[in-house]
T-cell receptor
Framework: SQTIHQWPATLVQPVGSPLSLECTVEGTSNPNLYWYRQAAGRGLQLLFYSVGIGQISSEVPQNLSASRPQDRQFILSSKKLLLSDSGFYLC?????????????FGSGTQLSVL | AQSVTQLGSHVSVSEGALVLLRCNYSSSVPPYLFWYVQYPNQGLQLLLKYTSAATLVKGINGFEAEFKKSETSFHLTKPSAHMSDAAEYFCAVRGDNAGNMLTFGGGTRLMVKP
């Protein structure tokens, strides 16, 4: 069966520090991968998605970036965190070659930038 | 472009009472609609989805939703609330953007009182 792992579960970082959140998927190959952010009191915002190694699409401009160094690994990064980067970050995957209907989510990372 | 509006960021019901969570959408293409649930400290999981078959969709844990094209709505209901239903619920529409990404509503936190 397929599983998705996301870590760390919680993170407290000072403003201006770098960020690296990692997500890995097991039990499937060539998945579509996503990073969502859930800010307090707001809905889910799609940040990045990837349909293959090295292929990253950004939905919103920001100081975050994403990379997909391996088929089932998706990394969210920042060189310098802002206060507004605080939020709950969710990684997700879906089957490739479909209309991306069903997403499977990781357990999330609560990021607090102080 | 597509959008989703969830009326009521917080809904409180008594145990055993009817649950009604509202969702209205806009989409320039025939919509595929979804409800996801997020239990405390967990990622999201799919409750149910509408994909142009039956307009009344039954999901897990006794939830169901009815697609009403004339009202552009996809409200989530459950006849009798249980304490374990306390969670955040997200309505989503499959997008008409490149890649058919899901667009999520702002979420509704359901609280169940004993």
């Amino acid at each position: 069966s397929q599983t998705i792992h996301q870590w760390p579960a919680t993170l407290v970082q000072p403003v201006g520090s770098p960020l690296s959140l990692e997500c890995t998927v097991e039990g499937t190959s060539n998945p579509n991968l996503y990073w969502y952010r859930q800010a307090a009191g707001r809905g889910l915002q799609l940040l990045f998605y990837s349909v293959g190694i090295g292929q990253i699409s950004s939905e919103v401009p920001q100081n975050l970036s994403a990379s997909r160094p391996q088929d089932r690994q998706f990394i969210l990064s920042s060189k310098k965190l802002l206060l507004s980067d605080s939020g709950f970050y969710l990684c997700a995957w879906s089957q490739s070659g479909t209309t991306n209907e069903k997403l499977f989510f990781g357990s999330g990372t609560q990021l607090s930038v102080l | 472009a597509q959008s989703v509006t969830q009326l009521g960021s917080h809904v409180s019901v008594s145990e055993g009472a009817l649950v009604l969570l509202r969702c209205n959408y806009s989409s320039s293409v025939p919509p595929y609609l979804f409800w996801y649930v997020q239990y405390p400290n967990q990622g999201l999981q799919l409750l149910l989805k509408y994909t142009s078959a039956a307009t009344l969709v039954k999901g897990i844990n006794g939830f169901e939703a009815e697609f009403k094209k004339s009202e552009t709505s996809f409200h989530l209901t459950k006849p009798s609330a249980h304490m374990s239903d306390a969670a955040e619920y997200f309505c989503a529409v499959r997008g008409d953007n490149a890649g058919n990404m899901l667009t999520f509503g702002g979420g509704t936190r359901l609280m169940v009182k004993p």
